[in-house]
């Protein structure tokens, strides 16, 4: 049987040769920030949340300023994010799930980096996020119907900008980041 550390060190020195940037995008709950962060550490790039790095610029959370400007005002402070990271080097980015949704930020993440669409069921989906109060667009009278028109909606987009479609029906984090490590060098050495 395979030695779990043996795996993620040789992994993780293959990564670590894995050039430019890695931008993750999917709907809300798809585990790109959890993905993400680990990631980042194992190919040794920096992390970067555009929703975290926007709450930073702002001071303020993401329902804040969903309330206070309206999803186009906090639309535009991520177009602004994404325009600022994808011009960094050797990142793991993780998008906001609208992200994808203006053309502007599709040509930068797509001319500036490898993008991996990380897509979950929105059964899945709604597990994760039924709870999260920090959710503005889910905050509705039916969340569960909004999850999947935003689903219908955005799927194809995230599939069309992706380089790598990977599902991320995986219970566990580590089986699945290392699943994602194996597809990330198949398709960076073809």
């Known amino acids: 049987m395979e030695n779990t550390n043996e795996r993620t060190g040789a992994i993780s020195s293959t990564l670590s040769s894995f050039?430019?940037?890695?931008?993750?995008?999917?709907?809300?709950?798809?585990?790109?920030?959890?993905?993400?962060?680990?990631?980042?550490?194992?190919?040794?790039?920096?992390?970067?949340?555009s929703d975290q790095v926007i709450?930073?610029?702002t001071g303020v959370s993401i329902p804040?300023?969903?309330?206070?400007?309206?999803?186009?005002?906090?639309?535009?402070?991520e177009q602004a994010a994404i325009a600022d990271l994808t011009k960094l080097?050797?990142?793991?980015?993780?998008?906001?799930g609208g992200a994808i949704l203006f053309e502007e930020n599709r040509r930068s993440l797509g001319a500036t980096g490898f993008v991996v669409y990380l897509k979950a069921q929105v059964?899945?989906?709604?597990?994760?996020?039924?709870?999260?109060?920090?959710?503005?667009l889910l905050d509705t009278e039916n969340p569960l119907s909004k999850l999947e028109d935003l689903f219908r909606v955005r799927d194809p987009i995230y599939t069309a900008l992706a380089d790598l479609v990977i599902e991320t029906g995986d219970p566990n984090l580590q089986i699945f980041l290392n699943r994602l490590e194996d597809e990330l060098v198949k398709a960076r050495v073809q």
């Open 64 to 77: 804040t300023i969903f309330h206070h400007e309206g999803e186009s005002g906090f639309r535009a402070r």
């Open 123 to 136: 059964n899945d989906l709604w597990k994760r996020t039924q709870a999260d109060k920090n959710r503005p």
């Open 89 to 96: 080097d050797d990142i793991v980015l993780a998008t906001g």
């Open 55 to 57: 709450e930073e610029r």
């Open 19 to 49: 050039k430019g940037n890695i931008y993750l995008v999917g709907m809300m709950g798809a585990g790109k920030t959890s993905v993400g962060r680990l990631l980042a550490k194992r190919a040794r790039k920096s992390f970067f949340d």
